[in-house]
């Protein structure tokens, strides 16, 4: 059980384009999802959390209006990036968590490779 | 505050040795500490968990020792194995807030 999938788990795009990137929970409800970028070799940076029917709540210095993230049911959430730039490439993580309870575990995603040329 | 501090970066250890992989915090009202195993192009899976009112939780090779005076907490893999190599990520977590990670252990098993 708990698993979570995303989709694409690759994508190339030219610069300028969008990209949106779907996360489900295939066998749970997720009461919140998160968002993370993680570059080569580096941890994982948490971009912005997002519950079911609220807007997302972005960390500092996630551009809001470049990733909009959108979190229409309990067990899809969307990530896209407007207007892709090279520096956009990386691969993105998706998390979900089902409740809010301190002992709820997050189950991650496969993650998305996203290549901007 | 929210920093969690893993130690060492990379870590070669062989065949059937014990790999340990530390972690330190500040934050006093941190209460899940859970660790992930990463293979390179895969999101990360949890491996093992622990909250802070118990010292050691053993889930078969791997074990959580925690130190709540000290702050610390350390992930030991017993009889490891080549297919052990992977990157091992620490976090931790205030209540419903975020998970805070740590910056990763390369670990590499060598036959």
């Known amino acids: 059980g708990a698993v979570v999938s995303q989709h694409p788990s690759w994508v190339i795009c030219k610069s300028g384009t969008s990209v949106k990137i779907e996360c489900r929970s295939l066998d749970f409800q997720a009461t919140t999802m998160f968002w993370y970028r993680q570059f080569p070799k580096q941890s994982l940076m948490l971009m912005a959390t997002?519950?079911?029917?609220?807007?997302?709540?972005?960390e500092q210095g996630v551009e809001k209006d470049k990733f909009l993230i959108n979190h229409a049911s309990l067990t899809l959430s969307t990530l896209t990036v407007t207007s892709a730039h090279p520096e956009d490439s990386s691969f993105y993580i998706c998390?979900?968590?089902?409740?809010?309870?301190?002992?709820?575990?997050?189950?991650f995603g496969p993650g998305t490779r996203l290549t901007v040329l | 505050q929210q920093q969690v501090k893993q130690s060492p970066q990379s870590l070669i250890v062989q065949k059937g040795g014990i790999p340990i992989i530390n972690c330190a915090y500040e934050n006093t009202a941190f209460d899940y500490f859970p660790w992930y195993q990463q293979f390179p192009g895969k999101g990360p899976a949890l491996l093992i968990a622990i909250r802070p009112d118990v010292s050691e939780k053993k889930e078969g090779r791997f074990t959580i020792s925690f130190n709540k005076s000290a702050k610390q907490f350390s992930l030991h893999i017993m009889d490891s194995q080549p297919g052990d190599s992977a990157t091992y990520f620490c976090?931790?977590?205030?209540?419903?807030?975020?998970?805070?990670f740590g910056q990763g252990t390369r670990l590499t098993i060598n036959p």
């Open positions: 998390s979900a968590q089902p409740g809010q309870a301190s002992y709820n575990e997050q189950f």
């Open positions: 997002s519950n079911e029917g609220s807007k997302a709540t972005y």
């Open positions: 976090a931790a977590r205030q209540g419903a807030q975020k998970l805070v």
